[in-house]
């Protein structure tokens, strides 16, 4: 992106941030989900981290959310209530901490105290002389609004605080001066506590019950429930409501009010929150010390196992360095302090670019659309892909090429387009059409009636192409192990590939765009495919599926076009493999052994058609090759080894000791030919087991017939 354009997108996403802001913040209206909005909030970070000279006062990152309603009395906050930077990865989080690094000019060896970060509403309370003498929620961040009464309704908040005994303090490891201090400020000063107003699920559960009963609107979360109990003008609501508090900031001040530098009397984060939990305050048992970031990061897993079962809410989890005088080092950049990170839990929803639309055809010859996305985490897992479902759904959302989306992903349920973020248009972004064309076998495509798919006119499209694919994948020709017919299917259908070319393209986040795709499974297919971009030359020949061609066939190719190869080495690109088909006249073809005039029209035209060289080149582009190794070996048996020179063989029904493949490289080996069916001129048919009809035309012809014991014999 140039910096016009980077100039064009930030004033932009500034606009679209504030409005949902004000609506969610001001007027306690959900215009966008939480997750969406901090995912346009990061998108203008980041460009704002690459242009700093964009960054203006008035950039949602510059500020803290939220503006008092009138309807509040303001109280000015005596330190700004600050926002919080988010990481959502161990990369972001080690990002941090080399910023921090970088910032300092030295390692940090730090500990780090790791706390559950609650999804409620931040209240500052105020304690003058051990008494609460004002509630505030953060407004602005620098102007509160003064909500004293509801929050007196919350039980966990003490309105006196408890003075905590001498030996509890020094069991903190605070020094005799510092327990002296404390407990001045305690008794004398000004003690604010930091927290968090939150509803259990508990309660949200049963409010709801009795509101639906009553008819009232339910409310839509614990966050909403806390926010709405909170901020509205009558106290008997708030103490309905049953909320909760817990603290997770302390500070000490002066009655005067001057603010005590943090870290001098209270030097550590965990002895803060313990200290807030002497003075009477509810505090989070399962916060924790964490010796490094190793540490944090299993912190952080266990906290998100125990999510579910947690009695309130929570987003993620908040590290903060546990060294408060390192607090006032790192300092405070933009809207958020540097000794702090918000690590949270993947959201569910996210923005994205929409950077084209691809149709695929289904089983009844349906044409889908699926929107192919600027890769994004959602809920966990990077997406490129999101269904679209109909062309009606494309109107029906007004999407263009280009645009900014909101995608969402519950658990492993295929992702979708939400909405389009239509003020962030350009007016570069391009419509989309039906298609004109199936884009499978190019036929005809017609809407039928009130119907609202599209579809392929060709009733063999889907089925033809399917089976294609099936067969490159399968065992004697790409080999590609676990893509059977019903993943290729799922493929085709989901729209993540087209044809068996598109195979060794696939990438994973296209995996876990599709339903049932855990990691692991798309970790095999990806680390499969990626194996096996090497193949045989005979194999890949007979695996193009040409008309007549089977693997006698295409070995026999595979053989002629080793022979024909410029440079003797083991491998080949599929450009040389074109390069020497094209030049084989029909006359050519014909002239081999074997190979009849039906069998060489087919082979001669598969290498003319536009749309075969197409998938040929496609191949190649998707870092597939070849080698000759297996042909070499096949047509490499030296002369006393040929002892079945001239000798044709059938094999019907199962052999015991041998697969059909080996015993068939066997005879090859010593020089003999392996047809497909038995004529007057075979030499002998192996018989197996469970023999096919080919036995009793054998029979018929008095040809010789070999038991498994008799053939083993002569191949030893
Ligand atoms: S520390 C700098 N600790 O998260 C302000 N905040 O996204 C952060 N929150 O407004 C204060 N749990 O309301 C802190 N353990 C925790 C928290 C926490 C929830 C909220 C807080 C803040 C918001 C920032």
Redesign the pocket.
């Known amino acids: 992106m140039t910096k016009s354009e980077a100039k064009i997108r930030i004033e932009k996403l500034k606009t679209e941030i504030d409005f949902h802001r004000y609506n969610y913040h001001v007027l306690d209206r959900e215009t966008i989900s939480e997750a969406a909005l901090d995912s346009l909030k990061n998108e203008l970070f980041l460009l704002e981290n690459d242009y700093p000279d964009l960054i203006t006062a008035d950039s949602p990152t510059q500020r803290?959310a939220g503006e008092p309603l009138e309807k509040f009395k303001k109280v000015a906050h005596s330190q700004p209530?600050?926002?919080?930077f988010?990481a959502f990865s161990e990369a972001d989080m080690r990002a941090w901490e080399e910023r921090n690094e970088n910032f300092l000019g030295r390692p940090l060896k730090q500990e780090y105290y790791g706390?559950?970060?609650?999804?409620?509403?931040?209240i500052n309370l105020r304690y003058e002389k051990t008494l609460l003498v004002s509630g505030a929620t953060?407004g602005d961040g620098k102007i509160g609004e003064e909500v004293t009464n509801n929050i007196r309704t919350i039980n966990s908040i003490p309105l006196k605080l408890k003075i905590p005994a001498e030996k509890d303090l020094e069991a903190l490891g605070f020094t005799e001066q510092a327990i002296t201090e404390i407990l001045r400020l305690i008794k004398e000063g000004v003690i604010e506590i930091?927290g968090?107003a939150i509803m259990n699920k508990k309660v949200l559960a049963e409010l709801n019950k009795k509101y639906v009963q009553e008819g009232r609107p339910e409310l839509a979360n614990t966050r909403n429930g806390v926010a709405g109990s909170i901020r509205q003008l009558d106290p008997r609501i708030t103490a309905e409501r049953k909320l909760d508090f817990?603290a997770?900031?302390v500070l000490l001040r002066e009655e005067s009010g001057q603010i005590l530098e943090r870290g001098e009397i209270i030097t550590r984060r965990d002895q803060a929150d313990q200290l807030a939990g002497l003075l009477g305050l509810k505090i989070?048992k399962q916060?924790k010390l964490c010796r490094d970031l190793n540490e944090v990061f299993s912190f952080y897993t266990a906290v998100e196992k125990k999510r579910e079962t947690l009695p309130f809410e929570?987003d993620g989890t908040?590290i903060?360095i546990n060294d408060l005088k390192m607090w006032n080092v790192l300092g405070i950049v933009g809207k958020?302090?540097r000794y702090?990170m918000?690590y949270k839990f993947s959201a569910e929803q996210a923005t994205t670019k929409v950077k084209e639309i691809i149709w695929q055809v289904g089983r009844t010859g349906a044409l889908t659309p699926t929107a192919v996305l600027e890769s994004v985490k959602v809920g966990g897992a990077i997406i490129s892909r999101s269904t679209l479902h109909n062309f009606d759904e494309i109107k029906r959302l007004d999407l263009r090429l280009g645009d900014t989306v909101i995608i969402e992903r519950s658990g492993d349920v295929i992702p979708k387009v939400v909405t389009v973020l239509k003020n962030l248009r350009t007016g570069q972004e391009k419509k989309v059409f039906p298609p004109k064309k199936c884009p499978m076998c190019e036929g005809a495509v017609e809407k039928v009636g009130e119907e609202v798919a599209y579809r392929c006119l060709n009733k063999k499209c889907y089925a033809i192409n399917l089976r294609q694919i099936t067969h490159f994948a399968s065992k004697g020709a790409a080999n590609l192990e676990g893509l059977g017919p019903k993943l290729i299917e799922q493929f085709l259908t989901e729209g993540i590939i087209k044809d068996a070319a598109d195979l060794y393209s696939i990438e994973k986040s296209e995996l876990l765009s599709l339903e049932r795709f855990a990691e692991k499974k798309a970790d095999n297919v990806v680390t499969m495919m990626a194996a096996r971009k090497v193949l045989e030359l005979d194999q890949f020949i007979y695996g193009l599926g040409i008309r007549h061609v089977g693997e006698e066939t295409a070995q026999l190719l595979a053989k002629i076009v080793a022979a024909k190869k410029a440079k003797k080495t083991t491998n080949m690109a599929i450009d040389e493999l074109i390069t020497i088909f094209s030049s084989f006249d029909l006359a050519e073809l014909e002239s081999l052994e074997d190979i009849g005039p039906i069998v060489s029209a087919s082979i001669y035209d598969f290498w003319r058609n536009e749309h075969n060289l197409k998938l040929l080149r496609k191949f190649e582009k998707n870092g597939v090759s070849l080698s000759l190794q297996k042909v070499n070996n096949l047509s490499g048996a030296s002369g006393q080894e040929m002892k079945l020179a001239n000798k044709s063989f059938v094999l019907t029904g199962t052999l015991a000791s041998l697969t059909r493949g080996e015993a068939k490289d066997k005879i090859k080996a010593l020089g003999g030919k392996v047809k497909e069916n038995v004529s007057a001129d075979t030499d002998y048919l192996v018989l197996g087991a469970e023999p096919g009809s080919k036995y009793e035309k054998a029979k018929k012809l008095g040809l010789k017939i070999l038991t498994e014991k008799e053939f083993l014999e002569i191949i030893k």
């Not at 706390?115 to 931040?122: I, N, P, T, V, Y």
Request: charged share 30%.
């Open positions: 803290v209530m600050i926002s919080l988010d706390e559950l970060k609650l999804d409620g509403l931040a953060r930091r968090e817990y997770y900031d989070l916060n929570i908040v903060k958020a302090p702090m918000a």
